[in-house]
């Protein structure tokens, strides 16, 4: 099962590529300065005044306007998909992607390609909320101990500090 978050995750490194690149041209230079959030943050996160100023720049980039709305259409997917509904908005997001999609996006459409199967496993457990996410955090919390550790003589000793730590 690919979880929802990583997914998400991906199209915004391309919707962010998407931005760099923009931000690299003269015009970009001053308009996208300290205003690259706009784009990078969900739609429900946006003040109004924040509301605003994306639209004015998406009407000068319209290219940035495009990936950061296909970018909340995939949200919007996994927020009202379900089981029965999934491939169906899924391929029809692709199919959008392909079309009107900035050369970045459709990049990363491989993913799509070859995790079609993990993605809409996330539905099939959706009813109990599966997800990864403990996981990931006692990963996360591992590494961290392993990064710290670093002076430890003894691996035996990380180990036992490791298991202190991130045990149940």
């Known amino acids: ?14 919707v962010n590529k998407v931005l760099s690149r923009w931000a690299k041209t003269e015009a970009g230079k ?6 690259r959030h706009l784009f990078l943050r969900n739609q429900e996160d ?3 005044e924040d509301q ?4 004015s720049l998406a009407a000068a980039f319209p290219e940035i306007e495009q990936a950061w709305q ?9 927020a009202e998909a ?10 029809r997001w692709i199919a959008a992607v392909k079309r009107h999609g900035p050369s ?3 990049k990363a459409l491989s993913a799509f390609r070859n995790w079609r199967r993990e993605i809409l496993a996330f539905f099939d457990f959706l009813p109990t909320r599966l997800s990864n996410g403990f996981v990931e955090g006692k990963n996360n919390r591992t590494k961290a101990l392993m ?3 670093y002076g430890y003589s003894n691996r035996r000793h990380l180990r036992l500090r490791i298991l202190l730590e991130v045990a149940l």
């Not at 001053?30 to 205003?35: M, P, V, Y």
């Open 1 to 14: 099962m690919a979880d929802h978050f990583h997914v998400i995750q991906h199209v915004s490194k391309a």
């Open 30 to 35: 001053q308009a996208l300065d300290g205003q």
């Open 46 to 48: 946006l003040s109004p």
């Open 52 to 55: 605003q100023s994306r639209a």
């Open 70 to 78: 296909l970018k909340e259409a995939l949200r919007s997917w996994y």
């Open 82 to 91: 379900s089981a029965s509904t999934a491939a169906v908005g899924l391929d």
């Open 104 to 106: 970045e996006l459709r």
């Open 147 to 149: 990064r710290q550790g």
